[in-house]
């Protein structure tokens, strides 16, 4: 199947959260965090992949395929030196954070607890792309997109000399991710009870100094 890699238009990125919510409704973090009906727990999960995307838009690289107007996949990152984000940046998950509050008031604190341990366990040198998510719409999974949009990321990757970084709390996306060169850092549950979350780093290409990604940040700028 012929999938062709585009950057994100501005116009689609109402489609973000939706799209994502469906592809993630039965991950394990955010199942096991806001439990319940898929539907209540899209209306949190959409606000959160729409900022994540948000923030890759304006501090990274989103790629995307779309077919016939209709997002089918999407692949965002952050640049190096994109991370850890300001408090100025962190603004934009406040619509999260609402909708945490109104549909999960209960896990609040177990949700909190989820975003710190997130951030401690996120290397903050060397400087690194990072894979904030990836997502295939459930109809369009098994096509390979999933894997197109991952090769066009680490092409960049593998252009800047940088090493790559993402985190996953589903088994057989950690195998996946290992099929693309990524090695398994820690497992640690994200929250008190939660499954298992895996961080896994992709190194720098062999013997290759990191290289000044200044030319592909112009190039990508506001994909």
Same mark, same amino acid.
């Given at each position: ?62 790629? /995307?395929?779309?077919?016939?107007? @209709?997002?089918? %996949? #999407?692949? $965002?990152? !952050?640049?190096?030196? =994109? ?51 990836? /997502?295939?719409?459930?109809?369009? @999974?098994?096509? %390979? #997109?999933? $894997?197109? !949009?991952?090769?066009? =990321? ?51 290409? /062999? ?8 030319? #592909? ?7």
């Amino acid at each position: 199947m012929s999938v062709s890699i585009e950057s994100l238009r501005p116009e689609l990125l109402g489609q973000v959260g939706p799209m994502c919510a469906r592809a993630f409704d039965d991950y394990p973090f955010l199942a096991e965090l806001f439990p319940g009906p898929s539907e209540r727990r899209a209306r949190v999960s959409a606000e959160f992949y729409r900022a994540t995307v948000e923030d890759c838009l304006a501090h990274g690289v989103v790629h /995307a395929t779309v077919e016939d107007g @209709q997002l089918t %996949g #999407v692949a $965002a990152w !952050l640049r190096p030196g =994109g991370f850890p984000q300001s408090l100025g940046r962190q603004a934009v998950f406040l619509p999260t954070v609402w909708a945490g509050l109104r549909f999960f008031p209960r896990r609040a604190r177990l949700a909190l607890q989820a975003l710190a341990r997130l951030e401690r366990y996120h290397p903050h040198t060397p400087p690194h792309w990072y894979l904030a998510t990836i /997502a295939v719409d459930p109809a369009h @999974q098994g096509k %390979g #997109v999933g $894997a197109r !949009l991952m090769r066009a =990321g680490l092409a960049l990757a593998e252009e800047t000399r940088a090493p790559c970084f993402l985190e996953t709390a589903k088994a057989s996306n950690r195998d996946w991710y290992q099929g693309f060169g990524f090695d398994l850092q820690r497992t640690e549950p994200c929250f008190d009870g939660g499954p298992p979350q895996w961080f896994m780093w992709r190194p720098a290409p /062999a013997d290759e100094a990191p290289r000044d990604d200044s030319e #592909v940040a112009q190039r990508t700028s506001g994909a």
